[in-house]
């Protein structure tokens, strides 16, 4: 869209950005005293190279805050995926959570902080609630871990933000570094799990069946499919039943180095945000749509972990 000046009645409000409106919304307040049934809204382009037709949906929504929808249910209940067919050779999927339950407006973006509890079986779902409303009193460690092997650019952002953690105070193990290996005892005792890498629907690194017991940990896997199936099989959803309190992943293949994970992170762990509120933010933020589309979150998004160290320099990628 082109630069405009916004008017409700003649009275100004603000200017559009240069972007599409479809990847990017753009809100205005309205004062009290302007609020009728008689509002008429009107757009003057401010550059030549703005001017032409355009088309615009303006819908009034009342200001509120810390909106917050929590999605309990498996996938055969309430679907989180859904085919739009083939896209380089591979099958592509679209997350609902975000792009569609989430999404009010439908301009491809959330308007709510949303997140998925589901699990293999009820006592998955039964366990997480547990574990979810009782995290505060349950002791967390302060240990991290960075694993990254087949592409420099992720080695180079492990070794980053491995570092930016470190200086604030956690204890961190990097382990990044072409064609290694990774072990499922490398998960044991972590508050944050950070893989960026090539997966599967049952890999991340390690087999689905080596993931050992967690400790209330927060996943993020940079990765293809690890959320892409519903089974025993499934990566994410074994992280969940093991003891996993967030998982972030791909519902089908994807593009690594997806600055979601990142700018979550970021979040999360340098401006203290709920892991809802941080996903969200950063799904709406991060402009590349065709690389977001396909990233979901299984937590409670209201959860807000209170990180032991805030970040003393926000993540760079």
Known sequence: MGNCSVYLNNNFLGNTDRVSTRMKKKYFTIPDNLVNKNMEIKMDCLTSSSKGYYYATVTLIPQLEDIYLTIIAAPNAIPYREYKGKKSGYSNYQALDQIVYADLFDDLTPDIYTGRIQGITISDVSAYVSRDLFYDQISRTNNIIFMAKSFNSMVDSAKIRSKIFEEAGYNVKCHAELETTFKGDEWKNNHLISYQDHGGSSYAGISYSSIPD?????????????????????????????????????????????????????????ENKTLGKAFKEAYCNYGFYNSRWMTTLFSDPTLNINPSHILKEPLIK
């Open 214 to 270: 967690l400790n209330n940990s927060i996943i993020f896997n940079d990765a293809c499919l690890t959320c892409s199936t519903y089974n025993k099989y499934s990566f994410c959803n074994t992280a969940i039943r093991k003891g996993a309190i967030a998982h972030l992943g791909a519902v089908c293949v994807a593009w690594t180095g997806n600055n979601i994970y990142r700018l979550t992170m970021n979040g999360i762990y340098y």
